[in-house]
């Protein structure tokens, strides 16, 4: 119903004349210029999606599967970036995801919640739109209205003749020179570690027999899936909304069987789409347990493509993110989580990696507490 609504309000914005702005106020970081049409101009916000929580969104324990949040973030990034990118005559383009940044699931989402999702521009290079997407929760019974996410997300122009080809991103202009300055370093920023990952991204999973509990074997999991018409966008290659929500089922297979109680998403790292997966791949989503606090698990998951009706394009690696969970009690209260046992030198060398990341967000939150002079 969502992906629906989404498709209907992206053909609505596409078919709206570019000179037509919202009756909403402009956030003040975005100013339009206008040459006869409307340049760059923006909606700063996305009319705000809402839509329920059922009981297939959500776990045994009623929290709202932290995949189904990912795809509502994602639908909503890639709307406002595809309206973007199509506000000035040139060639048509659908807007495809590249990166999401570390994203903190501030508060869990229930069943008969009602999510808001709005989503908003705030920055453009050449070649990418940065997005920030914000989602509320809110209790209809009460009124009670909570932020449960807060995410930034890049995306790059497909050209829709052809989606190899990566099209130029109109400009904003910006209400001051810092807001530019600071969106250039966080682009940069991003560039290079997605350039690092991919770098790195040449091990897969392989299976264990018999494995030990709390071993990294004895957790890891993969599920295989076939693309359908129903994963991809009208231009058939998946919408980088559906990668997530298999990646964090995966993530969630893994840690629900290391410590076997309720589990929930606390975070995800940053997500680094590689490569497009077309329809009609065969895709693998594999996990394994790579780190582990006193209350959270990291796990690694990494996305690879087969191209099975294409004999020409072997195997590729497409996404590859870190999530962390948490283990709840009947309560909802956090619960202590078994230690990884890491075996192989690999195994090692991933839990230091892992706790590396752990410490630096640790470090930068208590820095985030504390009062400022």
Not at 179 to 187: A, C, D, F, H, I
Request: net charge neutral; aromatic share 6%.
């Amino acid at each position: 119903m969502a992906e629906s609504l989404c498709v209907a309000l992206l053909d609505q914005h596409l078919a709206r004349p570019t000179h037509t702005c919202s009756s909403e106020p402009l956030s003040p970081l975005l100013v339009p210029v206008h040459r006869g049409r409307f340049f760059g101009a923006l909606t700063p916000l996305l009319p705000v999606l809402p839509r329920i929580m059922r009981p297939d969104d959500a776990n045994i324990a009623g929290n709202v599967h932290g995949g189904t949040i990912l795809k509502m973030i994602e639908e909503a990034g890639a709307i406002i970036s595809t309206r973007h990118c199509n506000s000035q005559n040139g060639e048509r383009c659908v807007a495809a995801l590249a990166r999401v940044e570390r994203t903190d699931f501030l508060s869990p989402m229930c069943i008969g919640e009602v999510a808001h999702v709005s989503a908003e521009i705030t920055y453009t290079s050449k070649h990418s739109v940065e997005v920030q997407v914000n989602v509320m929760s809110e209790n209809i019974l009460t009124g009670t209205k909570k932020l449960t996410n807060k995410a930034t997300l890049w995306y790059v122009p497909l050209s829709l003749k052809n989606v190899d080809k990566v099209l130029e991103v109109p400009p904003v202009v910006y209400s001051r020179q810092e807001q530019e300055e600071e969106g250039r370093k966080r682009y940069e920023a991003q560039k290079l570690e997605r350039m690092e990952t991919k770098w790195r991204n040449g091990d897969i999973v392989q299976p264990v027999l018999n494995p030990e509990p709390n071993t990294v074997s004895y957790s890891q999991s993969s599920l295989i899936h076939l693309v359908g018409p129903s994963d991809c966008t009208l231009h058939g290659f998946v919408h980088g909304g559906v990668t997530m929500k298999l990646m964090d089922e995966v993530a969630g297979i893994v840690a629900a069987r290391h410590c076997k109680t309720n589990i929930v998403t606390a975070s995800v790292d940053a997500i680094n789409f590689h490569d497009k997966i077309r329809k009609g791949c065969v895709v693998t989503i594999s996990g394994r347990m790579t780190f582990t606090s006193n209350k959270s698990m990291e796990i690694e998951v990494l996305v690879d493509a087969d191209p099975v009706v294409d004999n020409a394009q072997k195997r590729y690696r497409a996404a590859s993110a870190f999530f962390t969970y948490v283990s709840l009690s009947q309560e909802g209260k956090p619960l202590p989580v078994p230690q990884l046992v890491p075996e192989t030198e690999d195994e090692k060398r991933r839990f230091e990696e892992g706790k590396g990341r752990y410490l630096q967000v640790k470090a930068k939150r208590q820095g985030q507490a504390e009062p400022q002079p």
